[in-house]
Nanobody, 127 residues
Framework: QVQLVESGGGLVQAGGSLRLSCAASGRTSIKYRVGWFRQAPEEERDFVAAISWCGGNTRYADSVNGRFTISRDNAKNTVYLQMNSLKPEDTAVYYC????????????????????WGQGTQVTVSS
């Protein structure tokens, strides 16, 4: 089991930047893949970005591609989401999710592929 805690959310002006962190604990010695999802009020929870255990493979939603960067530091058991050029439509609760994987390179983009979830961190982008 992996426990996840997101941090780094807050209020930022449009065009600004934030870096979210996802700190993992528990059985972190077993390789796991991580995804970031977000959910606005009354909306579906949508895929944002994902990264494989090795960190070499990443995927991004079209809406954030080129603006967001996902990375991980396995020694620190932490995954990051660097968000640049933020837009008001990026406003949402951001969730970190993880699943164990037998592959070091596989990444998933679907909610159903993830077993463990954090409690979320609020990101608000003002215009």
């Amino acid at each position: 089991q992996v426990q996840l805690v997101e941090s780094g959310g807050g209020l930022v002006q449009a065009g600004g930047s934030l870096r979210l962190s996802c700190a993992a604990s528990g059985r972190t010695s077993i390789k796991y893949r991580v995804g970031w999802f977000r959910q606005a009020p009354e909306e579906e929870r949508d895929f944002v970005a994902a990264i494989s255990w090795c960190g070499g493979n990443t995927r991004y939603a079209d809406s954030v591609n080129g603006r967001f960067t996902i990375s991980r530091d396995n020694a620190k058991n932490t995954v990051y989401l660097q968000m640049n050029s933020l837009k008001p439509e990026d406003t949402a609760v951001y969730y970190c999710a993880a699943s164990y994987s037998g592959s070091s390179s596989y990444i998933g983009i679907f909610l159903s592929e993830y077993t463990y979830w954090g409690q979320g961190t609020q990101v608000t982008v003002s215009s």
